[in-house]
């Protein structure tokens, strides 16, 4: 079945620095979703990314969706302690038998 | 608006034993979607219902079922318990299928002793 992979598990920063996160699926997407989670709360949307080669900033964060969509990155420019949690990227595919696979996430931690 | 509701927050079943987690989406959502998340192994696909009918369904033994009814509100089972079943179990409301922002409640966190 499908696979998304994402990588760092785990990356801790000081602030200032920027961070990045890449997921990689084991096939084509239709979209990516990022999410993320704060501890001991649950997912929150970010994004979704459709299109081949798409780009899309949120203030210090960027998105991008690789060319052949079956990869993704996301990165943050000069961290927060706001910023920490985990970011899970999520690999849609399908039509009408449409399934969202989650990535295993990366934990930021940053230290002020 | 309410968010994505579900109950109850927190149990503490002994093995063998089976329960029931309840979700109610957000008002209009017909898109339910159900997680299991462990810290070794992320968020992992329980099943998704739309218009009361389960559209997907991940790799879980049969033990895990669901259901959705006519106002959208999902239920999901849990029989015969394991200790391994122990995780915080996620709802995922959307406005439809395919491709759409997915709204997370709180979560049930599920003890098995």
């Known amino acids: 079945g499908q696979q998304v992979m994402q990588i760092p598990q785990y990356q801790h920063v000081q602030e200032g620095e920027d961070f990045t996160t890449y997921c990689n699926s084991s096939t084509t997407l239709s979209n990516i979703q990022w999410y993320k989670q704060r501890p001991g709360g649950h997912p929150v949307f970010l994004i979704q990314l459709v299109k081949s080669g798409e780009v899309k900033k949120q203030k210090r964060l960027t998105f991008q969706f690789g060319e052949a969509k079956k990869n993704s990155s996301l990165h943050i420019t000069a961290t927060q302690t706001t910023d920490v949690g985990t970011y899970f990227c999520?690999?849609?595919?399908?039509?009408?038998?449409?399934?969202?696979?989650f990535g295993k996430g990366t934990l930021l931690t940053v230290n002020p | 608006k309410a968010g994505v509701t579900q109950t109850p927050r927190y149990l503490i079943k002994t093995r063998g034993q089976q329960v029931t987690l309840s979700c109610s989406p957000i008002?209009?959502?017909?898109?339910v979607s159900w997680y299991q998340q462990t810290p070794g192994q992320g968020l992992q696909f329980l099943f998704e219902?739309?218009?009361?009918?389960?559209?997907n369904k991940g790799n879980f033994p049969g033990r895990f079922s669901g259901r959705q009814f006519s106002n959208s509100r999902s239920e999901m089972n849990v029989s015969t318990l394991e200790l391994g079943d122990s995780a915080l179990y996620l709802c995922?409301?959307?406005?439809?299928?395919?491709?759409?922002?997915?709204?997370f409640g709180q979560g049930t966190r599920l003890t098995v002793v």
């Open positions: 999520a690999g849609g595919v399908g039509g009408s038998n449409y399934k969202l696979t």
């Open positions: 008002s209009g959502h017909r898109s």
């Open positions: 995922a409301s959307a406005l439809s299928r395919g491709g759409t922002e997915a709204f």
């Open positions: 219902y739309f218009s009361e009918t389960q559209r």
